[in-house]
Structure formats: structure tokens, C-alpha cells
């Protein structure tokens, strides 16, 4: 297997002074769907961050199809951002723009700064929208304005913006948090799909078991910064959840 | 291979920074104390003892003596900030705890407000004498009869005057967007701050603003007045500049309190500076600008009126002039034409601005 991304010693102190990882290293291979779990507070969001740059590691190598990319800057940093999509849980789309466009800004990093902000997409592009509108299922809703979706609707209009990137790497920062139960699993499902069928590797980081259990190929725990478990989401016994979650959690079942 | 690890020791470098904060923060303390006691001494000697004990109309001055109080205050100060039972400790955080610490900095506090306000109420000569004199209630009544005796002769000239204010506070308001919005982007901390360059255009851009902004928009026209000559042109000049100042803030600290999600979710897909900003930054914008906007065209008639009485044109120097002259009556026609054009601006100005949200 092909080895996407090796991550080594991995700091991130922010300047308030908090510690959010303390020397996390791991690798990710190619097709894998690797989700990462913890405790709120734990450095999820800052892991993820810190590997397509949106915050500055403090320390320690993240390294991209063998590349390091810790500290490249200006265009080469733009390239390699091309590779790496990003859904989030908020979604964060912009509100006021209809659903085409957020899922053509996808397609900024490709794009001259001119055409781009004069709105002027090639028609493959648009095609290529329409495509992964299809894809996450939503198609009719193309020329709404983003804000009058549902939750659900925005997040697979995230997951259509993020496919026109043609990811290498897919990074999803608790895409189904916001989400009721049936909505998340239907997401997770578009998820699914664009790991198996289209190949895209997946690092995304969970709050709930049930789902890890359903949907990860390989889980890394994180607690205070550091990896406190890493393996297959079946040997996440009621002892490893408890370290992982500490004494008095107790399993929610979500289906 | 070996790699060439860096020497990284994050807990350290988080003590020796929480050092480093503590340090700062005693020394602003003491500052703030030394200005405290400096303060209180020439208060105490000014307003208390010459005007108040010895009632002297002339102030005696000299700088030997404010040298002397200010040498006394940097000794006083600097002991009292560093016993950390002061004033300045405790709005820096850095006061002990203790009963008698607390009492202190409370009691000084007190009577800071206190020393200020009496000196402030002399200062401005308080005087209900004034207010219901004789005099005082006959120049009363010559104002408000002649406010509901407006005197009709001058309406042409008062109509054309005034909507020369409309319009030269439009067209401030106008010319001042373009300027505007660039001086926002380059003053926007969260925009500037990644690189050092940037962040230094934007420090220094923001102190100028903030200049021109501490000058108000009826001093800009004196200055101006005497630049290009009295006139309309003058007023116009003046608030563009002031219109420029004031709206670069606001507009400044909209995009500063954006959403940071979209910012993050395009900078992801590989978009460059400009896309991030067009593509994330503007739309949150828009809306909040455009309101400033109109609000400002508001703001300015209201400011040409005042701008026109130091010769910035329009109806206020027309107001000027009727004034100087003595002639009430047509003040009072003046006077009411303003009202009711400031007032129809400002519904109209509410009204476009609830219209657009
Ligand atoms: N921008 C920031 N500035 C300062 N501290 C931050 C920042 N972002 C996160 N932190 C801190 O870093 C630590 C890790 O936060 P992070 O958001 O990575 O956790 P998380 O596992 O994603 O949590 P959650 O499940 O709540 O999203 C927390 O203590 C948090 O307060
Ligand atoms: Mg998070």
C-alpha cells in the first residue's frame, strides 16, 4: 500500500500558551478511511488543520505523497492544498452565494485570479458542479441559495465543493456533529462512496462509536494532544473506551 | 537518516512568555500609578487650592514646579506599584489580595472620581443663576418666539442653500467609498497580520486613520476653508476626509468579525489571497457596508449644517450670517428647514437600511 501521508512528532502550541498536540505521529495509506476520535478539547480540529496548513504547526514534519510540506509557502502551498479537500462541521459555506457557486469555488486553486472573481467558470466546470451535485445527490438544488438548505443539504453541497479539487485526500472535521442521527448517517454514506468508488483517501474525526465502528478502516484516539490508541475500530473494547473517554463516559448507541 | 531536530521545549517557552507578560504588566501599572499621583497633585493644587481656597483668577504656571510634582509622582508611584497594594496593580490584575490592599486601591479609586467631578463642575462654572436670570430668560424668549415666527422672505434662498448641503454631503459621501473600501481591506487585522510587512502597513495605516478621525469634521473645515477658501468645496473636502477615517474603522471591524469558517473552507481549496477575499471575505460584507454607507450620508448632512456655520457652505453659513446679524426671524425659518430636513433623512436612511437586511 501506498503511503499518503506521514505525520512526525507533531506540535502545535497556540500563542495563548495551550499545548494542543504534544508529538503526534502517524501514517496514512492510500484508500484508507481513517477516523480520528477524543474527548472535546483533545486536538481533532488543530490535527487536521496543521495538515493542510489552515494553522502553522510548532514543530515536528507532515509529509504529503513523500513531500514534506511542513514549511512550504505562496503558490507551492496553494498546489499542494489543491489535493487536500476540507468539509467541516459548520459547513461553512457562503450563505448568500447559490449552491453552483459554492460548489465552483471549489475550483479556485485552479482557477486565474481574474476569471475567478469575474465569475467566469469554463463550461466543463460547471459540468464537472452539476456532476458532484449528483453525486451527494442534490442536484435540483443547484441554483438555491445556500442558506435555504437544510443542514444535511449544506454539508453534501461541502462534499460537492471539496470533490472539485479531485482530492488525493479528503479531511472531514466532524462533518455529522451537527447533524440528527439519520441526516449523519446518510453523510457518512456520501462519505463511504467517495472512499470506495472514487478513491479518495479519508482522515475524518468522529464523536460517535457507532459510526466509527461502521465506517473507519483504521481509528487513532487522541486524549490531550497525544495518541493514546491505534488500530482497528473493533478492538475499541469497554477498557479502551474508558481510557480514551475517561472513567465515567458511558456508550451512546446511534444508529 | 538523521534529522536535524529543532531545539523545541514548549513548556519552557510558556513559562518564560508568562514571565515576560507579568513584567510588562508591572511596569504598565506602575505607569498608571505614577499618573494617578500625578494627577491627583495637580488637581489638588489647581482646582482645589488656587481656585477654590485662594479663588484666583490667574493661574500662576511653571514648569519648575510641574517638573517637581512629576519627580515626586515617579517616586511615589513606582513604590506604590511595586508594594502591589495600588490602584494601577489592581487594574492590571497584579494586586495581593488582602483586605487592607483591596480597601486602599477601592478608597483611592473613590476619591479619584470624586476630586474629578468637583473639579470638572468648576471648571465648567456651573451657574443655575445664568440659566433663569433675567437676560437669560429674555434671549429665551427672542429665540422661540422668533422660531414660531419665521420670517417666509428668505425660503428661496434657505431651499437652495440647504439642498446644496444634501448634495455636497452626498457627494462626500460618495467620493469617500472607493478610498474607503481599500483603506478597510489594508486596515483589517485579520487580513494583515500573517506577515510582517503587511501587518506593519496595517499599523501604520491605523494610527493615520486614527489621526484624522480624533480631528473633527468642523476643524477639518477650518482647515480647509483656509486651504481651497470658504465655501462649499471646503465642507465637501472636509467631510470626505472625516467620512474616509470614520467609515475605514467600521468597515474594518466588519470584516474582522466575520465568520472565520468560509475564510478557512476556500483558503483549503488552494484559492489565493484575492479569491479568499472575494470569495469569502465580500459576500459577509456587503450588507454591513452598504448600511455604514447610507447611515454616513445621514451623519453628514447633519455635519454640513454644522461645517457650513465655520464657512463649509450650504445653509449653515447662511445661518452664520443671519445670526451675526441679529436677525432672528430668519435664524428661526433656518432653523426649522434644518430640523425637518435632518429628520426626513434620517427615516429615509432607517427605512433603506432596515430594507436592506
Ligand atoms: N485558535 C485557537 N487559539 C487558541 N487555542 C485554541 C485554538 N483552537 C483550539 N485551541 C485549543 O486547543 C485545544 C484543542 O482544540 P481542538 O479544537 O483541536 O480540539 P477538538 O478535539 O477539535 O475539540 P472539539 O471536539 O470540541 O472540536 C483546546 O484546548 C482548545 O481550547
Ligand atoms: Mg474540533
Known sequence: MKQILEVRNLHKVYPSGTHALKG????????????V?????????????CINRLEEPTSGTVRFLGEDITHIHGKHLREVRRNIGMVFQQFNLIKRMPVINN???????????????????????IQEAIKNLEIVGIKEYAYERADKLSGGQQQRVAIARSLMQSPKLLLADEPVASLDPATSNSIMQYFEKVNKELGVTVICNLHFLS??????SRVIALKNGEIVFEGSPREIDEKWFKTIYGEEAEEVEIR | MLEPELE???????????????KINLIKAILLDIFFVFYTILVLQRAIYYKVILDLRELPFSWTEIGLFLVVSIGIGTIWGLSRTSLGARIMGLAEETKSAKLVSEIFAWALFNLTFISGWLVTKISIIDLFSKEGIEGANRIFSSLFTPEMGIFDDALFAIIETIYLALIATLLSIPPTLILSFVTARNLMKDNIFTFSIY??????????RSIEPLIWAIIFSV??????YAGMIALLVHTIAANAKLYSEAIESIEEGPVDAITATGANKLQIIWYAVVPQIVLPFLSFTIYRWDINVRMATVIGLVGGGGI????MQYQGLGQWHEVGLIVIMIAIVVWIMDYISAKIREAIY
Open chain 1, 24 to 35: 503526534v505521529s502517524f501514517d496514512v495509506y492510500e484508500g484508507e478511511f481513517l477516523v
Open chain 1, 37 to 49: 476520535i477524543g474527548l472535546s478539547g483533545s486536538g481533532k480540529t488543530t490535527l487536521l488543520k
Open chain 1, 103 to 125: 460548489v465552483l469555488a471549489g475550483k479556485l486553486g485552479y482557477m486565474k485570479t481574474l476569471p475567478s472573481i469575474l465569475g467566469n467558470f469554463p463550461p466543463e466546470c
Open chain 1, 211 to 216: 459510526l466509527v465502528r461502521r465506517y473507519a
Open chain 2, 8 to 22: 523545541f521545549h514548549p513548556r519552557e517557552k510558556i513559562l518564560k512568555k508568562r514571565k515576560n507578560q507579568e
Open chain 2, 203 to 212: 499599523y501604520v495605516l491605523r494610527i493615520i486613520l486614527n489621526f484624522v
Open chain 2, 227 to 232: 486651504w481651497v477658501g470658504i465655501g462649499p
Open chain 2, 316 to 319: 449653515g453659513t447662511m445661518l
